[in-house]
C-alpha cells in the first residue's frame, strides 16, 4: 500500500514538473562506484528504472517496471534539482550557486544561465559577482572552464586557504599542524643545549 501511494505520488509530482519543466525521458540519478565496477541507475519513461552495470569485462543492463526506493528518492532531488537550475538568475544567491551550476556544462550554457550579471573574463574563465543576503555583500565567484566544460567553480572572495583545490586543501591542514609540532619540537631542542 506504501509503495502504490508512493508511485502515485511520484507520478503527480513528476506529472507536475514535468508540466513545467524540460525533463529528459532517460534521467542519470545516480551512480555507485567501486573497484571493480561502476552501477548507473536512471529513471525511463518516469516510471521504469533501467541499471546499467559496467566493468573492465562487461556491460549488462536491467530494466524494471517499477523504481526501487532508493531510486525514487534520488529521481524526486534530480526533479527539485532541475526545476531549481531553471530559475532565473536573479533569484540565485551567493549560497546557491554551487547548486545552481553544474560541473561538465558547456560554456555556451553557463554563459547564456548568466544572462545579463556582469562577468569579468580572465585566461581561465569567468569571475561573477553573486549576492550573499546572509551576509549583505556580493561575493566573486571563479568559473573554470577546460576543453569547453566548467571545469571547477570557487568562492574567491571567502576562501581563507592558500588554494581553491579542495583536495589540496585538506592535505595542507594536517601539514601545517605537523611543521607548527616540529617548529614546538626545535625551540624544545635549542632550550635544551
Not at 553557463?110 to 580572465?122: A, I, P, S, W
Amino acid at each position: 500500500m506504501i509503495k502504490y501511494f508512493i508511485t502515485l505520488l511520484l507520478s503527480f509530482v513528476g506529472n507536475y514538473v514535468f508540466a513545467q519543466t524540460d525533463v529528459p525521458d532517460t534521467l542519470l540519478v545516480r551512480t555507485d562506484n567501486d573497484y571493480l565496477s561502476v552501477t548507473r541507475y536512471y529513471v525511463v519513461g518516469r516510471t521504469k528504472e533501467m541499471i546499467v552495470y559496467s566493468t573492465a569485462e562487461k556491460q549488462d543492463t536491467t530494466f524494471c517496471d517499477s523504481l526501487s526506493e532508493e531510486t525514487e528518492e534520488a529521481y524526486i532531488k534530480e526533479l527539485d534539482l532541475i526545476k531549481f537550475r531553471q530559475l532565473p538568475i536573479s533569484k540565485i544567491d551567493a549560497d546557491k550557486v554551487f547548486s545552481y551550476f553544474k560541473i561538465g556544462e558547456s560554456i555556451e550554457s553557463v554563459t547564456k544561465r548568466l544572462g545579463n550579471k556582469k562577468v569579468h573574463v580572465t585566461p581561465r574563465g569567468y569571475e561573477v559577482p553573486f549576492y550573499n543576503s546572509s551576509r549583505k555583500k556580493k561575493e566573486i565567484f571563479e568559473f573554470t572552464f577546460m576543453d569547453g566544460k566548467l571545469s571547477s567553480m570557487s568562492r574567491a572572495s571567502t576562501n581563507t586557504l592558500p588554494t581553491n583545490d579542495v583536495w589540496l586543501a585538506f592535505n595542507i591542514v594536517p601539514f601545517k599542524k605537523q611543521m607548527k609540532d616540529l617548529e614546538i619540537l626545535i625551540n624544545k631542542l635549542r632550550k635544551m643545549k
